[in-house]
């Protein structure tokens, strides 16, 4: 980035011989089973409540009553945590009406703006889908609770 000069700077020498001595004496982790056949049908599955809850966000703003019911949910995951987790967590915030809040081990706080719309069912049925598309075993245990 900074050119090839650089390169012959002590510090950035020195930093290139570290990095480079360190990826080869660190143990490598453990790589992560992904089935590339369920992947297409986790992004359809995102891509589609995106619409549907973009549309369902856009009624209730341009809804004179404002229909929300605000609130919070918790969710038990059976996730591990890593990669699983945080694609769970990151696409949970990326849907409209959902924000993932806090975690503490398995539980994770979602702010939902329709409590009355059952968001656990929405939330399992994401779950389900990252757990197949990681290849994790299936478990139906997950609740919602409000």
């Known amino acids: ?13 020195l930093a290139v011989l570290l990095a480079a001595g360190a990826s080869l004496l660190l143990p490598a982790g453990r790589p992560l ?7 297409p049908g986790l992004l359809a599955h995102f891509l589609v409540r995106s ?10 703003a341009l809804d004179p009553q404002l229909p929300l019911q605000p609130g919070f949910i ?3 995951s059976e996730l591990p945590h890593g990669p699983p987790l945080t694609l769970f967590m990151a696409t949970i915030s990326l849907l409209p009406g959902t924000l993932s809040v806090r975690l503490e081990g398995p539980l994770l706080t979602v702010h939902v703006l329709d ?10 049925q994401l779950e389900r889908r990252i ?16």
């Open 1 to 13: 980035m900074a050119g090839v000069d650089a390169l012959f700077e002590p510090l950035a020498l």
């Open 33 to 39: 089973p992904l089935r590339p056949a369920a992947i």
């Open 51 to 60: 619409f549907v809850g973009g549309l369902d966000v856009s009624r209730r």
């Open 74 to 76: 918790d969710y038990r």
């Open 115 to 124: 409590l009355g719309a059952a968001p656990g069912d929405d939330l399992q």
């Open 131 to 146: 757990r197949a598309a990681f290849a994790l075993p299936r478990d139906d245990r997950p609740q919602a609770r409000r």
